[in-house]
């Protein structure tokens, strides 16, 4: 069974340039996750899809972060304009319904400078 | 409410036994556990639910007191591979919307 795929794996930007990162979940998960993990801290969620509905974006920046998840599968989060503090990894997981287990991709690391 | 987990890191050498707690100050649903390795991404160990029971595989084990909203991860007989830092997640819905604790390192050698 294929992973959780995240792309890219390392991107370097300037603030106030805009970024983007692709998930594609597990076959069949129909909840998919974003989270940023600032070195040394746990991961912070972000936003919750269920299939194409979001769940949770409580702690989403929304005046800067976006994400969408279009027909239910792939996902896509978008920062812009960036800060120096999003500097981060980000990572997608999914689950088969919202109270099983995570699988989590390898994540973007995103620098920004 | 982040979750609070202690201790912050711990040294084994191997085969020693290693608890590791976290506890809420809100009620809770369910408790989840993972391991993260160094540059790699979070790995499921295993999910506590109100009213369930004690999990474990291998040599890992938890628990969960619901009333006392803490769980404690066992680790037995340590191995090498145990290295890595542990973080309970905690959820007080059951929509699977986790709230991660800043994470306990875990180092164990040979």
């Known amino acids: 069974e294929a992973g959780v795929a995240q792309s890219p794996r390392y991107k370097i930007i300037e603030k106030r340039q805009s970024v983007a990162f692709w998930c594609n979940p597990i076959s069949g998960h129909a909840t998919l996750y974003w989270y940023q993990q600032i070195l040394g801290q746990g991961p912070k969620l972000l936003i919750q899809f269920q299939n194409n509905g979001v769940v949770d974006d409580s702690q989403l920046p929304k005046d800067r972060f976006s994400a969408e998840r279009l027909k239910g599968v792939d996902s896509t989060l978008k920062i812009q304009p960036a800060k120096l503090e999003d500097s981060a990894v980000y990572l997608c997981a999914s689950s088969q319904s919202g109270i099983l287990e995570q699988y989590f991709g390898p994540g973007t690391r995103l620098t920004v400078t | 409410q982040q979750p609070v987990q202690s201790p912050q890191a711990v040294i084994l050498r191997e085969g020693e036994d290693a608890v590791i707690n976290c506890s809420s100050s809100k009620a809770l649903y369910s408790v989840h556990w993972y391991r993260q390795k160094h540059g790699e991404a979070p790995v499921f160990l295993m999910i506590?639910?109100?009213?369930?029971e004690q999990k474990g595989h291998d040599k890992i084990s938890a628990s969960f007191n619901e009333k006392k909203q803490q769980s404690s991860l066992y680790l037995t007989a340590s191995q090498l591979s145990y290295s890595g830092t542990y973080f309970c997640?905690?959820?007080?819905?059951?929509?699977?919307?986790?709230?991660f604790g800043k994470g306990t390192k875990l180092s164990v050698k040979p």
């Open positions: 997640g905690t959820e007080g819905g059951s929509q699977g919307n986790l709230i």
């Open positions: 506590l639910l109100k009213g369930g």
